[in-house]
Each structure stands twice: as C-alpha cells, then as structure tokens.
C-alpha cells in the first residue's frame, strides 16, 4: 500500500475513533478504528512515535500485509492466509489425469514462429481429422418461465440481460432433459456467484430433497447462495480446485446417495475436462464399484407395493429418473478452449486414433481462440488488451466472454498472413469442434449418450456451445456427429 505520513490539518480530520493515518493512493485517512487511547491504527502503528521501537515487516505468508516483527510466530498461527488442512473430499490430483512427460516437447514454439509450410500441414491435419463431423450444431435456444420477471426487468443493463439469457436457456435445456426435480444433487463446477444453481433452486420451487454443492476454487464475492432459506433446498459451498475434488467423500453425498446433476456455465476450458473426469470416473465409477444399493430398493424396505407403485407414478410425472444412477446428467456450457490442457485432457484416446497427439492438440487449442478473438485489432491493441486481461486474471475478476469481439492471451502471435479473417475463425470453431468431439467419444465411452447444441445466440455469447450428457438408460438427447 503507497502512503505517506499523516498530513497537515489542511486536508481534514479523520473521522472520531478511526486511524490518523493518511493513505495517499487512496486521498483520504485510513478508516480503521484505533484501540483506546491510540492514534493509529496496528497497521499503520509504526508512524506514531510511541510506537517507533517496535519494527514491522511483510508477513511471509502474504506480503500484502505487515506485522509485529516481535509478534510474527503468533501471528502465522492465525495468519488468514496460513495453510488450512485439507478436507477429506480432497484428493491431490485425482482428477488430473494420466501424466507423460514423453509425449509432450520440452518446448513448443509459438504459432507465429511456425513456418507457412509447417502452419498448412497443421491445417490439413485438422481439416482430415474433422471430416465427418457437424460443423453447424443444432439450435436448442430456450428459456424458462423462472426468469421471466429477471429478464423484463427494465433496470437491467447490456451485461445482465446477455447472463440471464444465457442462465435461461441452460435452465430450460435442464428442464428438457427431465432433469430439473426433486429429490436430487446439482454439482455446479465453476460456480462463481451460485446464480446459475440460485435460478434452478428458483424454477423447483418447493421441491423435496434438492441439494446444491458450488464448486469454486476462488475467494468469490457477492455470492448469493447463502440468501437461501428455503426448507427443501440445502447449499453447500466448497472452495476447492476440481483436479483433487472427489465427491464421493463429501458428506452430504455419500449420506444421501442422490443421483448428481453436473452443471456449469462457461466452465472454463480445461476446468471442463476435470468436471467430466470428477463426475463419470471418479464418482460415477467408484459409485458402481460399491454397489450401492438402488434407490428403488432402499425404498422397498420401507414402503407397501401399493405406496411404491405411486410413488413410481408420481415420479415420471415430476422427472424422477426411473432408473437411479450416480450422475443422472450433465449440462455444461463451454468456453475458453485455448485453456485446455494435453495432461488433462479427456479426450487422448479419440486424438490418437485419428494419429495426433499432444503437439498438434497444443497447436489446435492455441488456434481456437481464432474463433472468438478480435483480429480487426491492430497488433498495438490486441497487446494493450491483452495486458489487461492478464491483469484481470491476476486479480480473479476474469470474465470468460464479452459478448464481442475478444483478444486472447495469445492472438498477437496466431495471425498467419497467409489466411484472412474469415477463413481463420472458420479454422478455430474447427479447432473447438475437434476438441469438443473427444469430450463426446469420452462420455461416449463412459456409458452416456453426449450431445453438443447451441443454447444461445452469438450476438448474446461467442461462447456458446452446450454439452449436454444422459446416462445411456436414460432418454437420450439427440446425438450430434
């Protein structure tokens, strides 16, 4: 913190009971309060004379803070920013995937420093890879009667009308796939605010047993899951990375035994393939590998054939799966491919088969930011932009899509002269195809029936693709190629 000695009256007084001491960066004095008798407040206690004897310095564990040199030992003892123990549900890496440090370089060069030759060898790779594939998904643009009210609301600005919009659609591809009822956990990966869980708690009204975990693995403010009072619904926050997630140790799953609902809006790129991973083999797997016993059994010990016969019936009326498995489904927005990664990447085994691997998917991830950058911008811009967005991830406040044009951390080196515009954002939503068809063959293989739509118009998102997941017993979406 930039500050200076406590100024002349001639700039005011602080306010009674609060620090003397002037905070130059900011114009105004320090607003913390002072302990009786004191001027200063502990941070700023060193620009009191009577305090001159005493030297402070950074803390260790976070120099963002100072402390009593004399004081440090107990200080680290209830440091905020001390390491906590780790709950049981974390697992170091458990979801990371395979590691093989064989398969990927040591150093791989930018795309700007490949050569027109090497740049067209990797385009024709991608273009005989992708044959057969849909590139024009199917449009499943929806909404839902629980935002109704949010998304006439007059005082709402550009920027949320593009999130409810959005937050609708998932909603109403949720409430498609009959997945929207009670009696069931919604795992919301990437969770930042909880808005997308708060508006499914909204559209189930008084539905019973519904349980919510938000996975977030950041300090989020403005959160608004703890302004749920409601009887049926229970939250649950977990500040946790997704790689060392293991949701069976969380107790309110491995008590309950409900059927998970894995959803996510803008899950960003390779948190995508951790999530996928965290739920169908972690989970899902590990789940079958208990045999655990069905609901449909748990309830026959204690219900009459008469009471479980309707109770079957008021089941398909309300969305009850008929057929109780660990993941009932998953919904998952898409986003920011250029952040996958090779390790963690479910899709391997597809890449392989069609003879690539962990060099051509690098090159792929980094183009498919071709699909949603600016590249009107001129070099100047897009670097001036491009600082900024570092600098919004530096500080968490990173937004995944802008509703426009995008400059990604490394579009200033992805603009072969060989290629116009057009053709290299046709090159990157090839790119997203690719690696969003090795998620398919993944869940694919992992017993479920995946699909891939748009469920939101670009004006409103470029990012924005929907995968959509049922277990292959279940009824299934409508499969893209």
Not at 44 to 60: D, Q, S, T, W, Y
Request: aromatic share 6%; hydrophobic share 35%.
């Amino acid at each position: 913190m930039a500050a200076s000695a406590p100024t002349p009256h001639g700039t005011g007084f602080p306010a009674e009971g609060r620090c003397g001491y002037y905070v130059e960066k900011k114009k105004r004095f320090c607003r913390m309060v002072v302990a009786a008798g004191k001027r200063f407040c502990g941070e700023h206690a060193g620009a009191a004379e009577e305090e001159n004897a005493r030297k402070r310095i950074l803390c260790p564990l976070d120099p963002k803070h100072t402390v009593y040199e004399d004081q440090l030992a107990k200080h680290l003892k209830k440091c905020n920013s001390r390491e906590k123990p780790k709950p049981d549900f974390f697992i170091q890496d458990i979801n990371a995937g395979l590691k093989d440090e064989t398969e990927i370089p040591e150093q791989l060069v930018p795309i700007s420093f490949l050569s027109e030759e090497q740049m067209e060898n990797l385009i024709k790779k991608l273009r005989k890879a992708s044959e057969g594939l849909n590139s024009t998904l199917k449009d499943q643009i929806m909404s839902h009667p629980a935002l109704h009210d949010a998304l006439n609301d007059p005082k709402n600005g550009d920027s949320a009308t593009k999130h409810l919009k959005q937050q609708a659609s998932i909603l109403g591809n949720i409430e498609k796939l009959k997945l929207l009822g009670p009696r069931r956990c919604f795992v919301e990966f990437g969770a930042g605010k909880g808005k997308l869980s708060h508006w499914v708690d909204i559209a189930l009204k008084d539905a019973e047993k519904v349980h919510f975990i938000l996975v977030e693995k950041v300090t989020t403010r403005f959160k608004v899951d703890g302004k749920h009072r409601k009887k049926n619904s229970v939250f649950e926050r977990l500040q946790i990375d997704i790689q060392h997630l293991c949701l069976n140790k969380i107790p309110l799953l491995s008590k309950e035994k409900l059927p998970v609902v894995g959803i996510g809006k803008h899950l960003c790129g390779v948190a995508t393939d951790l999530a996928l991973r965290c739920l169908v083999e972690t989970y899902a797997a590990s789940c079958e590998e208990r045999n655990e016993e069905p609901l449909a059994k748990r309830v026959k010990n204690d219900k009459t054939e008469k009471e479980i016969n309707t109770l079957a019936k008021e089941g398909n009326e309300k969305n009850i799966p008929e057929k109780w498995t660990p993941v009932a489904g998953i919904v998952i927005a898409l986003c920011c491919h250029h952040r996958c990664d090779w390790r963690h990447y479910v899709g391997k085994e597809y890449f392989r088969a069609l003879g690539l691997g962990a060099v051509e998917f690098h090159y792929f991830q980094r183009m498919s930011s071709w699909a949603t950058c600016g590249m009107q911008k001129t070099s100047l811009e897009a670097s001036n932009i491009s600082t900024k967005r570092k600098d919004k991830q530096n500080d968490g406040s990173e937004e995944h899509d802008d509703g426009g044009y995008r400059i990604t951390d490394d579009s200033t080196e992805s603009l072969p002269g060989f290629l116009n515009v057009e053709e290299k954002k046709k090159i990157g939503h090839l790119c997203k195809l690719l690696i969003d068809q090795g998620r398919i063959n993944y869940l694919q293989q992992k017993g479920f029936n995946p699909a891939l739509q748009y469920y939101t118009d670009p004006l409103v998102s470029l990012e924005n693709v929907l995968l959509t997941a049922l277990p292959n017993h279940s009824s299934s979406p409508e499969t893209t190629a």
